[in-house]
């Protein structure tokens, strides 16, 4: 595979994380990409000297996409508005699908836990970069190189914060290890592709999930007391397609049948707005996970009054690599085509009313309590039965957070990341924003202070 971002060969690097002060526990205002670093763990490895090249927020950052597109799957997304790809990426097939005998543990049914132990047990791969959790915090990342079974098991579960996972890379390397699988999120893949070339792996399998809004502990934590009346016995949380969060907790908690069910409008906006999603998270356009062979999420699948966890996910095969991964989880997988609602009440307005709302949130001027419970029940029963489903939710939710990471991004990167905010930021986000500005609704609210 040839790379436009040529990497720096390890050998060649005279940059030691060690000398930069650069290791997990660094605060993120030290790393290059400072306030805007997702610590995604390239900068905690020697590969740091790559960091101007290969950082999702240094230079031209996430607008690099098209680039790595295609040199990863030997083709650029189709970026033409009536074309899904232009917003779920390079695709070959798409579908949902559910896991039939799900291991403890795994966050949705464990599909991305399966593939990794079938390419383990099957010799595929040696080693399994992955997120297990600290042992005296649940909810907080611990990236590993998975070897064993066991180890693959400790990762299932999603662990809603920053995670250095490519600072698994230096093991890898010390470990002699050439055949990998990685899984992780869009900033992370970035990076990795970028330096792909440099690692010498023989065969490297990327296994995507989709990601936005991440923060770090602390920010989780703030969200978790502000949305559940149990904050501490949180294991999981999804913001489900009836337009309410679902907060799974540890068995025996003293929620009933351990769910909770919060609609999003009762959420306090303004105390969440900031202190919650990380900088990145709100410059980030790579929900779904472009770079990866296979992306496996829940956000285009419609809410089917189960408990949340028991929901199937969406499969994105994106080239062979992805395709060879599913293959070896097939016997497990019970596959169904994908559903796609366009409601009564279209996503172009809900989109608009989102990114308002939100905008006014961002500076302190949504409202400072969440909507009485009664009337949040309500809103979201009417969405839930009139507005988008399935594929369309998932267009909304894009285009909505790729609108405002838009506002965020040319509020803060102009002239400090790079020379032109615009230039972080992919095409196929560029014909979103463009889309929804044709009355310079978008410019009026850049104007807003
Ligand atoms: Fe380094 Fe990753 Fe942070 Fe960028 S996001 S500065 S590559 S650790
Ligand atoms: Fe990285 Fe984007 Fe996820 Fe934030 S939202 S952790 S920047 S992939």
């Known amino acids: ?234 294991v999981g949380y999804e913001f489900m397609q009836d337009y309410r969060v679902h907060l799974k907790h540890t068995k025996g908690s003293t929620i009933e049948n351990d769910y909770e069910e919060v609609p999003y409008f009762c959420l306090p906006s303004n105390h969440l707005a900031h202190g919650v999603i990380g900088e990145p998270c709100r410059s980030c356009f790579d929900y779904t996970n472009g770079l990866a062979d296979v992306v496996v999420g829940y956000m285009a699948v419609p809410w089917r009054r189960m408990e949340m966890t028991k929901h199937a996910t969406y499969v994105t095969v994106r080239n062979d690599r992805g395709r060879e991964m599913v293959d070896l989880v097939r016997d497990r997988l019970s596959r169904e085509r994908v559903e796609d609602h366009r409601g009564i009440i279209g996503r172009e307005g809900l989109v608009v009313q989102t990114v308002e709302a939100d905008d006014l949130a961002y500076f302190g001027r949504g409202p400072d309590q969440g909507a009485p419970r009664f009337v949040g029940e309500l809103i979201a029963t009417l969405l839930e039965f009139l507005g988008p489903r399935g594929m369309e939710f998932a267009r909304y939710s894009i285009e909505y957070h790729y609108i405002r990471n838009y506002l965020h991004t040319m509020r803060t990167f102009d002239g400090v990341k790079t020379k032109d905010a615009s230039q972080h930021i992919p095409s196929y986000a560029k014909a979103i924003v463009e889309k929804y500005n044709k009355a310079g609704d978008v410019d009026k609210l850049l104007k807003v202070e």
């Open 1 to 234: 595979r040839r790379h436009p971002c040529r990497a720096v060969p390890a050998s060649s690097s005279s940059t030691s994380p060690s000398a930069r002060g650069m290791k997990p526990g660094t605060p993120r205002q030290l790393y290059p990409a400072k306030e805007h670093c997702s610590r995604c763990g390239l900068c905690d490895t020697k590969h740091i000297a790559s960091v101007k090249e290969a950082c999702a927020f240094l230079g031209e950052g996430m607008g690099r996409m098209g680039a790595l597109e295609e040199v990863v799957h030997g083709r650029r997304r189709n970026e033409s508005a009536e074309n899904d790809e232009a917003m779920f990426g390079v695709t070959q097939d798409i579908f949902y699908a559910t896991n039939t005998r799900p291991q403890a543990g795994v966050q949705w049914t464990g599909i991305v836990t399966e593939m990794a132990l079938r390419a383990l047990e099957e010799g595929v791969v040696e080693g399994v970069i992955c997120t297990s959790a600290e042992e005296n915090d649940r909810l907080a990342a611990k990236p590993i190189l998975a070897t064993t079974r066991d180890e693959v098991l400790s990762s299932g579960g999603v662990k809603p914060c920053y995670s250095p996972t490519l600072s698994v890379l230096e093991e890898v390397e010390a470990r002699g290890l050439k055949r990998i699988m990685f899984i992780g999120v869009g900033c992370q893949v970035q990076a990795l592709r970028s330096i792909e070339s440099a690692l010498g792996l023989e065969k490297l399998y990327v296994v995507g999930t989709n990601c936005t809004d991440n923060g770090d502990r602390e920010g989780l934590d703030k969200f978790l007391k502000a949305a559940s009346s149990s904050p501490e016995t949180v």
